[in-house]
C-alpha cells in the first residue's frame, strides 16, 4: 500500500510587526487583556500592496528546499485560503507559475482556519491514489485585510502568513489518518459578510469586515475538535498516550489549553505559536508544524495530532508520524 508522508515544510511571516502595545493607542484594550484571553503578543502584518500568493512563494521555496525537491517535481498544487489574490485565476496556478513548476493540477480551496488539513487531506488522498507523486500543500492569509482595526474583539487576534508543506509516497505510513467536517447551521458566528455574489460592493471596504461571536464560537471549537480528535485517533487504533506532539490552530491559548486537557497532554507537548503569531487562520497549522521541525522538538518517527477548527464551521484533523 502507498502511503503519504511530509518530507519538507516551511514558512514565510510578513516583516511588520504589530505588538499589543501597539494595539493600545489604536484600540481600546491593554496588553493585558489581549494576553490573558488570547495568548496572543504580537502578530505580522502583510504590507498593503503584499498578495497571498507572495507569501507562499517564499513558504513553498522553503519548503522545496527543505525537502530536496525541485520545480519540475512537483505534479500537484493545492493551497487553503479565505483570502485569495483575486477570484481567478485562482492562487495555486498563480504559485505554480511563479515558482516555474510544469503544468500540472493545481486548485485551492476554502475552508477557513481548516483550510490547510482540508488541502493537506485532498493531497493525502491524491497520492494515495496514485495521481500525484509529490504534492506543494499551503495554508496562507493576508486576514488583516478583513478586519475591522476599530473592533477591538477582532483586531487583536489576527496576523497574516503562509506555511508549505512537501508530501510524498511512502511505504510506510507517514498520513495515517485524517477526519474533515463542516456544520454550516453556525454560519452567523464568525463569517464575513460579503462575497462575489452577495454584497460585492461591500467587500473590502469599512462595511464588511469578519464578524464574530467568541464565547460561542469557544463552546462550539472545544466540543467539536474533541471530538474530531478522537475520531482520527479511533481510526488509526492510536490511544492519547501514544501522542508525542499536538500541533492546533493557533486560534486562542484558551481553546489550545482545553484541547491539551481533553487530550490528557501537559502544554509541554503543544507546539504554541499564538504568542508570536496571532491566528494566522490557514497558515496556522503548516506555521506551527515547521516551528516544531526547526526548533528540534518534533523529529522524525514521532506521532504528531494537527487539528483545525474555522468559520462556517469548518473543522479536522490528521494524525501522522513524521
Known amino acids: 500500500m502507498t502511503y503519504s508522508r511530509i518530507v519538507g515544510t516551511g514558512r514565510y511571516l510578513p516583516e511588520k510587526v504589530l505588538t499589543n502595545f501597539d494595539l493600545e493607542k489604536m484600540v481600546d484594550t491593554t ?6 484571553r488570547t495568548g496572543v503578543e504580537r ?3 502583510v504590507s498593503p500592496e503584499q498578495t497571498t500568493s507572495d507569501m507562499c512563494c517564499e513558504a513553498a521555496k522553503i519548503a522545496m528546499d527543505d525537502a530536496g525537491v525541485k520545480p ?3 505534479d500537484l498544487v493545492i493551497t487553503g485560503t479565505t483570502s485569495p489574490d483575486v477570484v481567478f485565476p485562482n ?3 498563480i504559485i505554480q507559475h511563479r515558482l516555474g513548476i510544469p503544468a500540472c493540477t493545481a486548485f485551492s480551496l476554502e475552508a477557513a482556519c481548516t483550510g490547510f488539513i482540508y488541502a493537506l487531506t485532498t493531497a493525502d488522498k491524491f497520492i494515495k491514489a496514485g495521481e500525484a507523486e509529490c504534492a506543494l500543500v499551503m495554508g496562507a492569509e493576508c486576514i488583516t ?6 473592533d477591538r474583539n477582532t483586531c487583536v487576534l489576527f496576523g497574516d502568513g503562509a506555511g508549505a508543506a512537501i508530501v510524498k509516497p511512502s511505504d510506510e505510513p507517514g498520513i495515517i489518518s485524517c477526519a474533515l ?13 460579503a462575497g462575489v455574489s452577495k454584497n460585492l460592493a461591500a467587500a473590502g471596504t469599512e462595511d464588511a469586515n469578519i464578524i464574530m461571536k467568541g464565547n460561542e464560537v469557544f ?4 466540543k467539536t475538535l474533541g471530538a474530531i480528535a478522537e475520531e482520527a485517533l479511533d481510526k488509526a487504533g492510536v490511544s492519547k498516550e501514544e501522542l508525542d506532539w499536538l500541533v492546533p490552530h493557533q486560534a486562542n491559548i484558551r481553546i489550545i489549553q482545553a484541547m491539551a486537557k481533553r487530550l490528557n497532554m501537559p502544554m509541554e507537548k503543544v507546539i504554541l505559536t499564538v504568542q508570536d503569531h496571532g491566528n494566522t487562520s490557514a497558515a496556522s497549522v503548516p506555521m506551527a508544524l515547521d516551528v516544531g521541525r ?3 522538538r518534533v523529529k522524525e518517527g514521532q506521532l504528531i495530532l494537527m487539528e483545525a477548527f474555522g468559520g462556517g464551521f469548518t473543522w479536522g484533523s490528521v494524525l501522522m508520524r513524521m
Request: overall charge negative; hydrophobic content about 35%.
Open 145 to 150: 485585510k478583513l478586519i475591522d482595526w476599530d
Open 72 to 74: 519540475e517535481d512537483i
Open 43 to 45: 502578530r505580522h502584518v
Open 91 to 93: 492562487v495555486s496556478t
Open 181 to 193: 467536517g463542516a456544520d454550516g447551521q453556525h454560519r452567523e458566528l464568525l463569517h464575513y459578510p
Open 31 to 36: 496588553d493585558e487583556w489581549i494576553r490573558t
Open 219 to 222: 463552546k462550539v471549537a472545544v
Open 294 to 296: 526547526r526548533d528540534g
